[in-house]
């Protein structure tokens, strides 16, 4: 895996500081700021814990323990496209971790993970009740169904090209 590089601006900066101040003192101002921050930024980066660690007097140790408790939120940055790939027991009968496989070798990055360009991002999930269409992977919201691992290239091929 490579090395993540946080690419905050100053504009998501100043957004996080009105934010964190607009909360300081409130109770249970963490979530609200941490919901924020990652509609701001995307996901929630170390720096961006630590900035809101410190805007709200509260120990980082606090702050990471609520980011990874939440699903809602992530600590690794999203692609501009969201691969998932269905791993439920009808897709995955149907071959669906060679769907997942394949989608990982041609962008050189495992599930859970980011392409460095942030263009792709890879996510596994269980079901996504399209069992009739297994196996199934999702871009973008667009689902493609009865899938084999030599469909993969054409179908990201669309998405690389934007």
Known sequence: MSEIIFEGTPQQAEALKKCIDGHRGEKGALMPVLQEAQAIYGYLPVEVQTQIAEGLNLPLAE????ATFYSQFSLKPKGKHKIS????????????????????????ISCGECTPDRKFSIESCRCVGACGLAPVMIVDGEVYGKLNAKDVPGILETYMKD
């Not at 702050?63 to 609520?66: E, Q």
């Open 63 to 66: 702050v990471f323990g609520v």
């Open 85 to 108: 790939v269905c791993l439920g027991t009808a897709c995955y009968v149907k071959g669906s971790d060679k769907i997942l496989e394949a989608v990982e070798k041609q962008l050189g």
